[in-house]
């Protein structure tokens, strides 16, 4: 304040004016500060989460690659345990095999097991015969005792047209087949969540041609068990 008689400094008023803006320059240069530090600490983040990742795909290489006796141990332990499983269901199955009322296909990692429809259903039908139930329940006896991962049920017709009442053609036949394995299995305890159902109407034949022993054998169920 200028005292009486005295001439106002222009210089002090231009200071008290330019003051109370003093602050944002503090503030923009605390954000500044703040950002800088936020980028440098995602910048460390990251390198920390691409060193991880790159020490987590060393390890599974050095575990594929594992010639150590201990790997080899390993290794040959879940082989060893992957055979008994195997073994002890195609030990179940051969019985029907040799009474001809299921074929048997080892493929690597899997076992696929197919059955003649004519054994599980009246023709151009999808409801189980009562005498089906026997074979079935071997099926589901070995699947439930050996195996514990996915199982595909897929249903197969022949080449002959189908339109009826029920099924439209024969990729619903198929269809309703192969859903018909899949709920008897389920009915005998194997898991719902490791089956799945599949029809392929007549596009995968097990015999070429359209003569009365190429369409008997076509129309069949497979079961695919996989490891």
Same mark, same amino acid.
């Given at each position: 304040m200028a005292l009486a008689g005295e001439k106002p400094n222009p210089k002090l008023d231009d200071d008290a004016e330019a003051r109370p803006e003093r602050w944002l320059l503090s503030y923009s240069d605390l954000v500044t500060t703040l950002m800088v530090l936020f980028l440098a600490l995602y910048a460390i983040q990251l390198a920390k989460y691409h060193e991880l990742e790159i020490k987590l795909l060393e390890s599974a290489r050095s575990v594929k690659n594992d010639r $150590? !006796? =201990?790997g080899i141990a390993a290794h040959g332990a879940a082989n060893g345990q992957q055979e008994a499983v195997r073994a002890g269901l195609l030990s179940l199955l051969r019985a029907l095999r040799d009474r001809g009322q299921i074929n048997i296909d080892e493929e690597s990692g899997s076992v696929e097991i197919s059955i003649n429809a004519k054994?599980?259903?009246? =023709?151009?039908? =999808?409801?189980?015969? !009562?005498? $089906?139930?026997s074979v079935l329940d071997q099926v589901a006896a070995a699947l439930k005792g050996y195996s514990t991962r996915n199982i595909l049920v897929e249903g197969h017709t022949d080449s002959s047209p189908i339109s009826n009442a029920k099924y439209e053609s024969n990729w619903e036949l198929s269809s309703a087949r192969a859903g018909a394995v899949v709920r008897f299995l389920v009915d005998k305890g194997i898991e719902p969540q490791r089956l799945a159902a599949i029809g392929h109407s007549d596009n995968i034949p097990l015999l070429l041609g359209d003569d009365a022993a190429a369409r008997a054998a076509n129309r069949r169920v497979t079961i695919l068990v996989q490891y």
């Open positions: $150590s !006796p =201990a054994i599980l259903f009246r =023709a151009g039908d =999808a409801h189980l015969l !009562p005498d $089906s139930t």
